[in-house]
């Protein structure tokens, strides 16, 4: 949240950050709010209502206050939509592996809507449907044709997996 309050469009400029700069933090802020709506998402799916705080809420030794899982649902929604939608500064799907891009918005969108049953006592069948679709209309990813291609060690250069991970850690013996 401090990284989204400090590098809003007004401070940027007003301490001299060229367009340049300001177009990759634009990218930042995006896999940055991406980021956040995946924790939202983890901490409400394990514990229901959980405390909330973002960018505009108070900064220091304020406790922030416990939202309604419903409420973080549609905090969590709204963003996703939000970074999915046309003229987003998130990056396009399968251009940034192996961090965030629209293809991990959707993934994760999917997930939410395939839960909103659960977290709003409202089914979002649809919804959930429609953003699966929107995953393959990307046209960059693909299911595995052999589901065991998944469990290989050679995840990052094997293309049978490769094109169906929406979002993932890149690791190996040498780098952790």
Known sequence: NEYLRQTTSGKLE???VDSYLA???AGFRAEARFLRAYFYWMAMDIFGDVPFTDENSPFGSVNPKQKPRKDVYAFIVSELEDLVAEGSAMPEAASNRPRADKGAVL???ARVYLNAEVYTG???WEECKSACERIYALGKYNLATNYA???RGDNGENPDAYNEFLFSAYYDQTSA
């Open 14 to 16: 007003e301490r001299g």
């Open 23 to 25: 177009n990759d933090i």
């Open 122 to 124: 409202t089914p979002a």
């Open 149 to 151: 291609s998944l469990f």
């Open 107 to 109: 993934g994760l969108l």
